[in-house]
């Protein structure tokens, strides 16, 4: 009768805007009880993230622009990212405590560190809020690292288990081991760059975030790009360089002027990345395929991370920055390189 209660509860409170404030204690339960349906899928280490909006953006309650908004979070609130629900939605926990959604876009957030860490010393309970009468959620076991979100009180601290949970659970020495924090420049990226002029690069591709899409467009003007002119202008703006009016003469002039890079994970921010032509969305439609032989479809530049920006459709918006990790995008990146 218990569980069912509980799940009913839970199912309750999920449907608040999360508004509650951890210091209110009439209201404290139904925050503590809005911890996510969704799990994330990919974390961002157990330790998770501290980050600040570069921004307003808007808090979500789900992964969806068509979830309910929490709040809009003001630019400089400082977050904590729990993890990713995806290539574009950030779980993250507010200022204010509120537990939520929001873009991963780098023109929203950056990554300023990461919060004290913690492992637990022997079983203990995770708890919905920093008392034994709250409710249990689970049982972290023994060797389990976590995240330290907030210290409640001398007895309690709030913690992310690096799993999809938010909870309660006791400061004692007997169950939790505290680690230490670590901070980076707040101005820098998650992956940053020594090279300013990279960055330069980089920022002025931003600047271009939603500019239209066109095939062949004009390369004396700023107002539409493809995939290449867009490369083109950032480079030639930023630094002076002009790396090819197409993204074939880019990917020789990387291979002229530059090292090769076959593999992403050897590819450095600000670097270029060439592709070949779609052939599926899985890893399979590629097998088989002699990449020294096919033909560059199209260019983007890396920010790191598995992120890129580019352009490539007017359906999708025109300049933007995607996730490539287990996408098309990956099975189809031929070879990359640096320009400067």
Same mark, same amino acid.
């Not at 420049?185 to 975030?209: F, Q, R, W």
């Not at 002009?242 to 593999?263: L, M």
């Not at 590629?286 to 598995?306: C, E, F, P, W």
């Given at each position: 009768?218990?569980?069912?209660?509980?799940?009913?509860?839970?199912?309750?409170?999920?449907?608040?805007?999360?508004?509650?404030?951890?210091?209110?204690?009439?209201?404290?339960?139904?925050?503590?009880?809005?911890?996510?349906?969704?799990?994330?899928?990919?974390?961002?280490?157990?330790?998770?993230?501290?980050?600040?909006?570069?921004?307003?953006?808007?808090?979500?309650?789900?992964?969806?622009?068509?979830?309910?908004?929490?709040?809009?979070?003001?630019?400089?609130?400082?977050?904590?990212?729990?993890?990713?629900?995806?290539?574009?939605?950030?779980?993250?926990?507010?200022?204010?405590?509120?537990?939520?959604?929001?873009?991963?876009?780098?023109?929203?957030?950056?990554?300023?560190?990461?919060?004290? =860490?913690? +492992?637990?010393? *022997?079983?203990?309970? /995770?708890?919905? !809020?920093?008392?034994?009468?709250?409710?249990?959620? %689970?049982?972290l076991q023994a060797g389990q690292e976590v995240a330290v979100l907030k210290k409640v009180n001398s007895n309690w601290v709030q913690v992310w288990d690096g799993n999809g949970?938010?909870?309660?659970m006791s400061s004692s020495s007997k169950y939790l081991k505290l680690g230490g924090t670590s901070t980076t420049n707040p101005s820098e990226p998650s992956t940053p760059s020594?090279?300013?002029?990279?960055?330069?690069?980089?920022?002025?591709?931003?600047?271009?975030?939603?500019?239209?899409?066109?095939?062949?467009?004009?390369?004396n003007s700023t107002k539409t790009f493809d995939c290449s002119d867009f490369v083109r202008q950032a480079y030639k703006e930023a630094t002076g360089i002009i790396v090819g009016?197409?993204?074939?003469?880019?990917?020789?002039?990387?291979?002229?002027? =530059?090292? +090769?890079?076959? *593999?992403?994970?050897? /590819?450095?921010? !600000?670097?270029?990345?060439?592709?070949?032509?779609? %052939?599926?969305?899985?890893?399979?439609?590629?097998?088989?395929?002699?990449?020294?032989?096919?033909?560059?479809?199209?260019?983007?530049?890396?920010?790191?991370?598995?992120?890129?920006?580019?352009?490539?459709?007017?359906?999708?918006?025109?300049?933007?920055?995607?996730?490539?990790?287990?996408?098309?995008?990956?099975?189809?990146?031929?070879?990359?390189?640096?320009?400067?």
């Amino acid at each position: 009768m218990k569980k069912v209660l509980l799940g009913l509860l839970m199912s309750t409170m999920m449907l608040q805007t999360f508004g509650a404030t951890v210091g209110a204690a009439a209201d404290q339960n139904v925050q503590n009880q809005s911890i996510s349906t969704y799990s994330a899928s990919t974390k961002s280490a157990a330790g998770a993230k501290l980050a600040k909006t570069k921004s307003t953006v808007n808090l979500r309650v789900g992964p969806s622009t068509s979830t309910k908004v929490i709040r809009n979070l003001p630019k400089g609130e400082e977050l904590i990212i729990l993890g990713k629900e995806s290539s574009s939605w950030y779980h993250v926990q507010d200022s204010k405590g509120n537990i939520g959604y929001m873009s991963t876009s780098i023109t929203y957030s950056e990554i300023t560190g990461t919060p004290q =860490s913690g +492992v637990v010393v *022997s079983r203990v309970n /995770l708890r919905t !809020g920093p008392s034994t009468s709250n409710g249990i959620i %689970k049982k972290l076991q023994a060797g389990q690292e976590v995240a330290v979100l907030k210290k409640v009180n001398s007895n309690w601290v709030q913690v992310w288990d690096g799993n999809g949970q938010v909870g309660y659970m006791s400061s004692s020495s007997k169950y939790l081991k505290l680690g230490g924090t670590s901070t980076t420049n707040p101005s820098e990226p998650s992956t940053p760059s020594t090279n300013a002029s990279v960055e330069k690069v980089i920022s002025t591709g931003m600047k271009y975030l939603g500019t239209p899409y066109e095939y062949g467009s004009n390369r004396n003007s700023t107002k539409t790009f493809d995939c290449s002119d867009f490369v083109r202008q950032a480079y030639k703006e930023a630094t002076g360089i002009i790396v090819g009016s197409d993204s074939r003469k880019q990917g020789e002039w990387i291979k002229a002027n =530059s090292t +090769v890079k076959k *593999s992403i994970s050897s /590819l450095k921010r !600000g670097d270029l990345m060439f592709f070949m032509s779609y %052939k599926g969305t899985s890893a399979s439609s590629y097998s088989g395929v002699n990449k020294d032989k096919q033909r560059i479809t199209h260019v983007a530049i890396y920010l790191g991370n598995n992120q890129i920006l580019h352009t490539y459709s007017k359906e999708s918006g025109g300049v933007r920055i995607d996730n490539i990790k287990g996408k098309h995008w990956e099975h189809r990146f031929l070879y990359g390189g640096s320009v400067l």
